[in-house]
């Protein structure tokens, strides 16, 4: 069977036709496909959270082990903890550390504050409420109302 004619010229068109349906079905499967416009909607407004509201989960469903129902815990008024509201944190400026000068005893920074150019020492104000704490040859330090921030090259 290896040197026969009739094998060539039957499984070479079988072939052909089996790998032209492949693509036949790929293109057109390609072709038939659009692209479907999906819209997004707004989320609906309901009503507004109450942020000293207390939540809690219901888990009153069956034990999956033990086939048991477990308890409610009702939590009582004096069991509910104060919500505490995280501290809204000061928006700092774009602050760019550019280098430090070196003259004698003195050390000074070179920084950009939004786009304007400043030379500063220990202790002195950058904007505002901003201070310089700490100068050291590839970092700067600034305080603001306790909060800190090391600026590097």
Request: hydrophobic share 35%.
């Amino acid at each position: 069977m290896k040197n026969n004619k009739l094998t060539y010229y039957l499984l070479i068109p079988a072939v052909m036709i089996i790998w032209g349906i492949i693509i036949y079905k790929i293109v057109v499967r390609n072709d038939d496909r659009k692209v479907s416009e999906t819209r997004i909607n707004a989320p609906k407004k309901g009503k507004a959270v109450n942020e000293n509201e207390i939540y809690q989960l219901i888990n009153n469903y069956s034990d999956p082990f033990f086939g048991e129902h477990p308890q409610l815990n009702e939590v009582s008024s004096s069991d509910r903890q104060e919500v505490v509201k995280p501290k809204v944190e000061k928006k700092w400026p774009v602050i760019r550390f550019d280098g430090y000068i070196l003259n004698g005893n003195k050390i000074k920074c070179h920084l950009t504050v939004s786009g304007e150019d400043k030379i500063l020492q220990v202790n002195e104000k950058v904007i505002e409420d901003y201070i310089v704490s700490a100068i050291t040859p590839d970092s700067v330090k600034i305080n603001c109302e306790g909060n800190s921030r090391w600026l590097k090259k």
